[in-house]
């Protein structure tokens, strides 16, 4: 537990020095509120093999020779650098599965409180996937022509999780605007849409971070779980739409709401397919289709 402890500060303060330019020991110990003496007993070895140089710029080439100075195992494909964004990454997964699931409490409670509150951890999200961006940017600069440009993948994944934080908003947006809470019958069917879809968001970046490519099968295993459920859940909003007397306008919008907050789960769930595909290329230089996942479903589903 100590190693973690320390492993968990060092991360830190590289973290600082790559992001935040501090120009000296006392500057890196306020700002994670530890004691300089500290700083220095840990940034010790790294500028002694030069990993980190003073006045504080970290050689990321030089970081990928050492990651037993971190207790971390590096993968054979790994390219210089990649451990500080996925660890980016990583919490940026971890934040728009919480967005995601306060969205969806929100939905079920119809707490419109809760849907505000999901609704700013958008802003979150959206500084996290500026801060992969830049970091992806800042090492290409210092490495133009190495194969460490291979990591605008990392980008991507990013771009890919704020859109799902998109469809968050989506569904708190829901219980902020609509009049009607959604009836028993068809919140079963959302919330085994919900479970499903974070399920393959979790998965999708497992494989990803981890180099997890077996996962495929798990991962179009729950795709189909996830539109199978959704047919249902699209057949009873039909019915019910169905019974809906024409002239009741808010009834109508409600169920309209309602198709869109489905059709998210499905956006989400093509965009876990997204994130396992870049993890493809990646990993293995498995070259992605540029058909949209849905798009090839369908072509699937037509044979």
Excluded: W
């Excluded at 019910?240 to 489905?262: C, G, H, N, W």
Aim: net charge negative.
């Amino acid at each position: 537990m100590k190693n973690k402890t320390k492993n968990a500060t060092l991360k830190s303060i590289i973290d600082v020095i790559l992001y935040e330019n501090p120009s000296t020991q006392d500057e890196i110990a306020e700002r994670l509120g530890i004691t300089r003496r500290y700083v220095t007993k840990l940034l010790q070895p790294l500028i002694k093999e030069g990993v980190v140089r003073r006045a504080y710029i970290v050689d990321i080439k030089k970081f990928e020779e050492f990651p037993e100075l971190f207790g971390e195992e590096v993968t054979s494909r790994e390219y210089a650098g990649s451990f500080f964004i996925k660890e980016i990454l990583r919490d940026m997964a971890q934040h728009v599965c919480k967005q995601l699931r306060k969205s969806f409490r929100s939905l079920e409670e119809y707490d419109e409180d809760l849907a505000n509150e999901a609704l700013k951890m958008d802003y979150i999200t959206n500084t996290m996937h500026e801060k992969v961006r830049s970091s992806v940017d800042t090492a290409i600069a210092m490495n133009p022509y190495s194969e460490f440009s291979k990591t605008m993948a990392f980008t991507e994944i990013a771009y890919d999780l704020e859109r799902i934080g998109d469809h968050s908003a989506i569904i708190a947006n829901f219980a902020v605007k609509e009049s009607y809470e959604v009836d028993p019958a068809m919140m079963e069917y959302l919330q085994e849409m919900f479970s499903i879809a974070v399920e393959m968001v979790n998965t999708a970046m497992d494989a990803f971070l981890n180099e997890k490519l077996e996962l495929k099968a798990k991962l179009m295993s729950l795709e189909d779980d996830i539109h199978r459920v959704q047919k249902n859940a699209l057949n009873c909003v039909a019915t019910q739409m169905a019974e809906t007397p024409f002239e009741d306008k808010e009834r109508s919008t409600y169920y309209i709401s309602l198709s869109r907050v489905v059709k998210t789960f499905e956006r989400i769930a093509d965009i876990s397919i997204e994130i396992f595909d870049t993890a493809g290329e990646y990993y293995r230089n498995i070259p992605r289709t540029t058909t949209p996942e849905r798009f090839r479903r369908r072509e699937r589903e037509g044979m």
